[in-house]
């Protein structure tokens, strides 16, 4: 029989500031309460689990651990029970009674800094348990320790204002019993479906089953319905499983689950690392992109577990942007957590994790890659564009990035066929001419601008085979890109090309002589459109065509500039210079014009040509069409 030892403790003055903090500033979801009392019941099973290997007493002849969770509207109360170690008088003063014991200026203290300590404070200050006044106006904890009599049970109740009370009881079943009685407005969580759509999305995989009860019809001839507890979560992660004991319809089931996709992923990714760190991931590509991918601020990011105790959806710290279409989970117990395990704390750990998930995400692209290239031609056309994101905010991996790469060419594509995205930089790198020295590359806004481009006449008369980029990315991704196999990249609109490597001797004389003796012709178009071109120069790039538009060699492209002015970004004047063919025959004729009047107009129609050739807008368009109907109607005298 035991002796009733009831006693009341005051919590320090600081306690009621502290649990006002708790329940209103450290949780931003009232919910998030169960999944603490939860977990905290999954750890005293674990516990027991451990301590029972050494002392197989400690079961007391039931080995099934569980917990239980039962609710009573008409009283709104919700009841957590465990029947894992449980705890002594001691334990409960220890532990929640840390917060009076260890001093609340110390805990304040630390929350308030970023100190590393304070990725503990949960388990040193109990502080999970006591979101429970997040929702409850008072609570009751009834407990005892395996091993004890049934006498050395403890009760413990407070409403968080400032003291609890210590009672001893008799307890038969070890373990430990949180009866929550709820505020008047959350009267919601004493609901079965509540509770279970909770239990559902924060604790579906902790591997200690979870009860509630179910109503079902009786046996009896009154046929009253009579409550039976049923198992509401899965009760083992998938991830923790071994691989080989996994289905691949599993592993897309569980896809479907965290992602919310009805699709099928196009691959998986599931491996255990065990070392410094120690921690389990399981990542899919989609099959389909997400409405939302090019919102850089939309939600993002793995769901993130912690001994397979929910924490967060969107852990969008372990996976660079350019990767923000994989989906999937990261289960550790490394991590820095604040007190509410809502925030992750940046330190070493999650840097660690990070480049080795990026690398298993690139790893896992590259296999598809090799292995399968009608599937990875199908990621390609739903991520390759973000993809390309990847050189500029990932230079470690740049290479393996690179590697990814697709891309249509002069060599894979025709006119009229639209664009075939299946030339890598290796293919293009393997097929280079013996003396060529540079991977040359054209962009635009569609695939017959790019591939009717003037600028490509010199490169397909010699065989020269050039990428065609078609996507806003391109641009900026190739001036991250930098180089490939020492192979430097080189757009063919951009400067003065020196194709030296590419000709020969007798070639580069020719064109040395051909400026030469075009000189006067320059200037005079020069001087005709003095003010909307910096510069105009005689080419060897072009063969069919009159005359092309080149910008600087580190100058923005006309694709690029557009892009930006959508975006309302102020652009810098641009210093296009105007290059001609003197074989053309129009250039011809206008070198042998000698009215001026005419020559101007002749001039500003091929450099209106010559913007059109590229895909550009006229800056006077009606001007344009002016000076080209006046040509016309002389034309036709």
Same mark, same amino acid.
């Given at each position: 029989?035991?002796?009733?030892?009831?006693?009341t403790?005051?919590?320090?003055t600081?306690?009621?500031?502290?649990?006002?903090?708790?329940?209103?500033?450290? $949780?931003?979801n009232?919910?998030?309460?169960?999944?603490?009392?939860?977990?905290?019941a999954?750890?005293?099973c674990?516990?027991l689990?451990?301590?029972?290997v050494s002392n197989?007493?400690?079961?007391?002849?039931?080995?099934?651990?569980?917990i239980?969770?039962?609710?009573d509207a008409?009283?709104?109360?919700?009841?957590?029970?465990?029947?894992?170690?449980?705890m002594?008088?001691?334990?409960?003063?220890?532990h929640?009674?840390?917060?009076?014991?260890?001093?609340?200026?110390e805990?304040?203290?630390?929350?308030?800094?970023?100190?590393?300590?304070?990725?503990?404070?949960?388990?040193?200050?109990?502080v999970?348990? $006591?979101?429970?006044?997040?929702?409850?106006?008072?609570?009751?904890?009834?407990?005892?320790?395996a091993?004890?009599?049934?006498?050395?049970?403890?009760?413990? @109740?407070?409403?968080?204002e400032?003291?609890?009370?210590?009672?001893?009881?008799e307890?038969?079943?070890?373990g430990?019993r949180?009866?929550?009685?709820?505020?008047?407005?959350e009267?919601?969580?004493?609901?079965?479906?509540?509770?279970?759509?909770l239990?559902?999305? $924060?604790?579906?995989?902790?591997?200690?089953?979870?009860f509630?009860?179910?109503?079902?019809?009786?046996?009896?001839?009154?046929?009253?319905?009579?409550?039976?507890?049923?198992?509401?979560?899965?009760?083992?992660?998938?991830w923790?499983?071994?691989k080989?004991?996994?289905?691949?319809?599993?592993?897309?089931?569980?896809?479907?689950?965290?992602?919310?996709?009805?699709?099928?992923?196009?691959?998986w990714?599931?491996?255990?690392v065990?070392?410094?760190?120690?921690?389990?991931?399981?990542?899919?590509?989609?099959?389909?992109?997400?409405?939302?991918?090019?919102?850089r601020?939309?939600?993002?990011?793995?769901?993130?577990?912690?001994?397979?105790?929910?924490?967060?959806?969107e852990a969008?710290q372990?996976l660079?942007?350019?990767?923000r279409f994989v989906?999937?989970?990261?289960?550790?117990?490394?991590l820095?957590?604040?007190?509410?395990?809502e925030?992750?704390?940046?330190?070493?750990?999650?840097?660690?994790?990070?480049s080795?998930?990026?690398?298993?995400?690139?790893?896992?692209?590259?296999?598809?890659?090799?292995?399968? *290239?009608?599937?990875?031609?199908k990621?390609?056309?739903?991520?390759g564009?973000?993809?390309?994101?990847?050189p500029?905010?990932?230079?470690?991996?740049?290479?393996?990035i690179?590697?990814l790469?697709?891309?249509?060419?002069?060599n894979?594509?025709?006119?009229?066929e639209?664009?075939s995205?299946?030339?890598?930089?290796?293919?293009?790198?393997?097929?280079?001419?013996?003396?060529?020295?540079?991977?040359?590359?054209?962009?635009?806004?569609?695939?017959?601008?790019?591939f009717?481009?003037?600028?490509?006449?010199?490169f397909?008369?010699?065989?020269?085979?050039?990428?065609?980029?078609?996507?806003?990315?391109?641009?900026?991704m190739m001036?991250?890109?930098?180089?490939?196999?020492?192979?430097?990249?080189?757009?063919?609109?951009?400067?003065e090309?020196?194709?030296?490597?590419?000709?020969?001797?007798?070639?580069?004389a020719?064109?040395?002589?051909?400026a030469?003796?075009?000189?006067?012709?320059?200037?005079?178009?020069?001087?005709?459109?003095?003010?909307?071109v910096?510069?105009?120069?005689v080419?060897?790039?072009?063969t069919?065509?009159?005359?092309?538009?080149?910008?600087?060699?580190?100058?923005m492209?006309?694709?690029l500039?557009?892009?930006?002015?959508?975006?309302?970004?102020?652009?810098?004047?641009?210093?296009?210079?105007?290059?001609?063919?003197?074989?053309?025959?129009?250039i011809e004729?206008?070198?042998? *014009?000698?009215d001026?009047?005419r020559?101007?107009?002749?001039?500003?129609v091929i450099?209106?040509?010559?913007?059109?050739?590229?895909?550009? @807008?006229?800056?006077?368009?009606?001007?344009?069409?002016n000076?080209l109907?006046?040509?016309?109607?002389?034309?036709?005298?």
């Amino acid at each position: 029989m035991t002796t009733n030892q009831k006693e009341t403790m005051g919590f320090k003055t600081e306690v009621k500031q502290l649990l006002h903090l708790m329940i209103h500033s450290l $949780y931003s979801n009232k919910e998030i309460f169960l999944r603490e009392l939860v977990s905290n019941a999954s750890d005293a099973c674990d516990k027991l689990r451990f301590e029972a290997v050494s002392n197989g007493d400690l079961y007391e002849g039931d080995g099934e651990l569980a917990i239980h969770i039962d609710f009573d509207a008409e009283k709104k109360t919700v009841i957590i029970e465990d029947n894992g170690i449980g705890m002594s008088r001691d334990d409960v003063v220890n532990h929640l009674g840390t917060i009076a014991k260890s001093g609340t200026s110390e805990f304040l203290g630390k929350l308030s800094g970023d100190e590393k300590q304070d990725s503990q404070l949960i388990g040193q200050f109990g502080v999970g348990f $006591y979101a429970s006044f997040i929702v409850a106006k008072d609570v009751v904890v009834e407990t005892r320790r395996a091993g004890l009599a049934a006498d050395q049970a403890v009760r413990w @109740q407070s409403q968080g204002e400032g003291e609890f009370s210590l009672e001893d009881i008799e307890k038969a079943e070890r373990g430990t019993r949180i009866t929550l009685h709820l505020k008047d407005e959350e009267a919601e969580f004493a609901d079965s479906l509540r509770l279970r759509t909770l239990i559902k999305k $924060y604790s579906d995989h902790i591997a200690i089953p979870i009860f509630l009860p179910q109503e079902v019809s009786s046996d009896d001839a009154d046929g009253e319905k009579k409550q039976i507890p049923e198992a509401v979560n899965d009760a083992q992660a998938l991830w923790t499983k071994n691989k080989s004991d996994i289905s691949d319809e599993e592993y897309k089931e569980f896809y479907k689950h965290v992602s919310h996709d009805w699709q099928e992923p196009l691959s998986w990714s599931h491996n255990k690392v065990e070392g410094k760190l120690d921690y389990t991931s399981l990542l899919y590509i989609p099959s389909q992109a997400p409405m939302d991918l090019w919102n850089r601020d939309a939600a993002r990011g793995l769901k993130l577990y912690t001994q397979r105790v929910y924490i967060m959806d969107e852990a969008e710290q372990f996976l660079p942007l350019y990767l923000r279409f994989v989906k999937g989970i990261l289960d550790s117990n490394d991590l820095s957590l604040n007190v509410s395990r809502e925030i992750l704390q940046q330190d070493k750990n999650v840097d660690s994790i990070r480049s080795a998930l990026t690398k298993r995400v690139l790893d896992m692209l590259t296999k598809m890659a090799k292995k399968d *290239e009608e599937k990875y031609a199908k990621f390609w056309a739903q991520f390759g564009e973000v993809l390309k994101e990847g050189p500029a905010e990932d230079f470690a991996n740049k290479e393996k990035i690179a590697n990814l790469f697709r891309f249509a060419s002069t060599n894979n594509s025709a006119q009229g066929e639209g664009s075939s995205d299946s030339v890598t930089l290796a293919d293009y790198v393997s097929r280079m001419k013996e003396d060529q020295k540079k991977i040359y590359y054209v962009t635009g806004e569609t695939y017959d601008a790019v591939f009717n481009s003037p600028h490509l006449e010199f490169f397909k008369k010699n065989n020269i085979e050039v990428l065609l980029l078609t996507q806003r990315v391109d641009e900026w991704m190739m001036s991250h890109l930098g180089n490939f196999d020492e192979k430097s990249f080189q757009d063919i609109t951009k400067g003065e090309l020196d194709l030296d490597e590419l000709t020969g001797e007798e070639e580069k004389a020719a064109a040395e002589t051909l400026a030469e003796d075009n000189k006067s012709l320059v200037e005079r178009i020069a001087a005709a459109l003095e003010g909307e071109v910096s510069k105009v120069r005689v080419t060897a790039r072009l063969t069919d065509s009159p005359a092309c538009l080149v910008v600087g060699q580190n100058d923005m492209n006309d694709n690029l500039r557009q892009m930006l002015a959508a975006a309302g970004q102020e652009i810098p004047a641009a210093e296009s210079t105007l290059e001609v063919n003197p074989n053309h025959p129009l250039i011809e004729t206008m070198d042998k *014009e000698q009215d001026e009047s005419r020559f101007n107009d002749l001039a500003h129609v091929i450099y209106g040509q010559a913007q059109l050739a590229q895909g550009s @807008q006229l800056q006077k368009p009606a001007e344009y069409v002016n000076k080209l109907n006046k040509l016309l109607h002389d034309l036709m005298k």
